[in-house]
Every structure is written in C-alpha cells, then in structure tokens.
C-alpha cells in the first residue's frame, strides 16, 4: 500500500480548485448544528428552571434533542465524505463540486442512519465491560483516593483504546454505503473485514495531522478547521481507495514473478 504522505498528497491534488467550497459546505454543516441545536436547548433549559425540575433532568431532554439534530444531518455528512471520495477518484473531471449537492444525501437517509446507528451501538457494546469494571472499582476503592484516581486513569485509557479500535474497524461504512447496495449491518461487517491489519496504518494517517489541528485552533480560532476537515476526509477517501485496490491486486507470490529476458528473479525477502 501507498505511504501515507503519498495519500495525503493525492488528497491536496484532489481538492485543488474545490478546497474552498468544501469549507464552505462544512461551515455551513456547522451553523445549521448551531441554530437547530441552541435555541431548543436554551428553551428546555429555561423550561427546566421555571417548572422547578431537577437540572440532570433538563440536561438530559437536551443531550437527546441534540442527539436527534446529529442524527438530521448525518446525511449532509455522509454526502460530504462522498464528495471528498469522488474528487480522489476524479469523477468530477473539470466540473467543481456544488453546496448544494450536500442535500442528495438524504436519498440515502435509511442505510446511512442505519449503519451509524449501529456502529454507534458496537463501539458501545465493546467498551460495556470497561466501563462496568470501571463503576465497580469505584466502588471498592473510593476510599483510597490515589488507587482510585489511578485505577479510574487506567481503565479510561482503556476505554479510549478499545472505542477507537473498534471505530478505526467500522471507518469504511461511509464509503462502502455509496459503492455497495449493502444494509446496514453487512456495511459494518465488510468494513470490519477491509481494515483487518490497516487500522494502525489509518491510526497514523489521522495522527499526521495534528500539528495542523494545533495550528488551526490556536492560530486561526478554529477557522482553519473549516479547511483541515476536507483536507482529513479526502486523505481517508485515499486511503480507502487505495485499501481497495491492494485488495483488487494481491501480491504475487516469487516463484510466479516472471523477469525480463536475460534477468534474474529477486526472491530475497
């Protein structure tokens, strides 16, 4: 497969000429959070406080009508990744890419909440054990503040590793929804079976871009995300391309390389 600072440099050359209006489709993704998120939440807040509810309570309505404003507009995010997968491939040829092609994603609504939904759920599934032994720990230890602080750190850090695993193992699904006919759960299970042996390759693709991330949010306030999300999505739509096409050619063994006439066959490992 291909280093990821060729990815990364496949990427750039994808978005020339549509960087700009990526940004602008993820700005714009950004302030619909905002205005369908903030001003609902502000009203269950005051809600809350006027009906003399307990603040868990309110907390609680909100985190569930953001969750549902996440789910609204997974679509728009799906489509922008698809945008990102297309411009790798060049299908755009000369032709710029529009805002509005983000609306398109919600013919494709059912299969995308779907294989989110559960992939929500399997990253659940999988830190339940942890975060169990977790509250267990916690209360046989509570007495003993530094086993307990150090205890809790070890099994935080254990949750972390094992959601990210799983996540980097179900990071495909965007992708294989637009080129499969695929449900939901099938989607997750060829994933999951593409990035057996990749997920620390794609773990240091994402890591690469750190540096940036620190410069974009101190630097510029956060405005230079708007330019390294498009930057990150079509390093992973060539990842994925890439992925695909190791897939396509598998190495073939020494014995049936066939050398040019008058050469020999390296079969040195």
């Known amino acids: 497969m291909k280093h990821n600072s060729e990815l990364r440099r496949e990427a750039r050359f994808a978005l020339e000429g549509n960087w700009t209006t990526l940004a602008m489709c993820y700005l714009l993704l950004f302030l619909a959070t905002i205005l369908f998120t903030l001003p609902v939440s502000s009203v269950l807040n005051v809600q809350t406080i006027v009906n003399g509810s307990s603040a868990s309570e309110g907390a609680l309505w909100s985190n569930l009508w953001q969750l549902l404003v996440t789910f609204a ?39 995308v909440v779907g294989a989110y939904l559960l992939q929500t759920l399997v990253v659940l599934a999988a830190i339940a054990i942890p975060l169990a032994a977790a509250a267990f720990i916690s209360l046989l230890d509570s007495r003993d503040g530094s086993t307990f602080f150090w205890t809790v750190m070890a099994l935080m850090l254990i949750i972390i590793a094992i959601a990210s695993f799983v996540s980097l193992r179900l990071s495909m699904i965007f992708y294989l929804i637009w080129d499969t006919q ?9 994933s999951n ?5 990749h997920c620390w390759k794609l773990f240091l693709l994402y890591l690469s871009f750190i540096g940036w991330a620190v410069l974009a949010v101190f630097l510029t306030l ?16 060539a990842f994925y391309e890439d992925l695909r096409a190791a897939e396509a050619q598998p190495d073939v063994p020494a014995e049936e390389v066939v050398a040019p006439l008058g050469e020999e066959v390296d079969t040195t490992v």
């Open 222 to 237: 956060g405005i230079g995300m708007l330019w390294l999300i498009p930057y990150i999505s079509a390093s992973t739509a």
């Open 182 to 190: 695929l449900g939901p759960w099938q989607v997750l299970k060829e």
């Open 73 to 111: 507009l997974l679509p728009v995010q799906w489509r922008l990744a698809v945008m990102a997968l297309r411009l790798v491939r060049g299908e755009y040829g000369r032709e710029a890419v529009s805002v509005g092609e983000t609306i398109e994603g919600y013919r494709f609504t059912n299969r």
């Open 193 to 197: 079976r593409m990035m057996k042996g």
